[in-house]
């Protein structure tokens, strides 16, 4: 049976500007979503999260900040080790300095093109929660890994090897974005159906690892060509909290839009 949505799951929507906006367009961006989120239908009823290049973390930080806006704002990386020598990279530490109060980790991106294996995601997971960050953890599967019936054994795997050494006191600062790697960029999704069927199988890895009144308060997003014309019914599922939106979140009418959405479907439940 479909897990039921807890009364306190606020459904949590990420925009992911990844390796995009230069520094004006940042800051528009930022302040159009910002004021929004300070207002009806959104305040309050949905956690906003934006993760700007880290160029602009802390720009974007404190244009809001002026703005009087409590738009959070997220780092899309970190390093898992104190400040110290490590050319190139950002620590924990750093992020929250300016500004910044969640961190993505294990990203497809960071996966598949960087190389990131599942114990450098955990040493992330764990660092930021260590550090006072709340923290997105992403999964998915590959196409070949959907075609081979994969789905639920490589979620599972990643869910259990991210969370792994995490106190469960620190789950109520973790988010679960499942993101289909096949459907990222490329216009396809999972249907409403299929997506629902991932959450819940995590939801159940969750309530295995830890218990299940913390799996039913888990938030867990959907991640994959999230559009204002496929969220609503997204967002129906009982199961799916909130989104991981990449292209769509540099636009911000579309990205209101799904926010908008994640709303309605809020009141409804």
Known sequence: MPTKTAPQRRPVIGGNWKMNTTLKPAEALALAVGRAAMQPPLHKAVEVVVFPPFVYLAHVALT????NSDLAVGAQDCWPEPP???TGEISVAQ???VGGRCVLTGHSERRHVIGEDDALVCRKTRAALAGGLSCILC???TLAQREAGETDAVNERQVRAGLEGVAAADMKRVVIAYEPVWAIGTGRNASP???QAAHQRIRAVVADMFTPDIAAALRIQYGGSVKPDNAASLFAMPD???ALVGGASLK????LAICNAAASAAAQR
Not at 64 to 67: E, N, Q, V
Not at 252 to 255: H, P
């Open 64 to 67: 809001l900040c002026h703005a």
């Open 84 to 86: 110290g020598a490590f």
């Open 95 to 97: 992020i929250k300095d």
């Open 139 to 141: 999964v998915g599967e």
């Open 193 to 195: 159906d299929d997506a």
């Open 240 to 242: 799916i909290d909130g």
């Open 252 to 255: 911000a009418e579309d990205f």
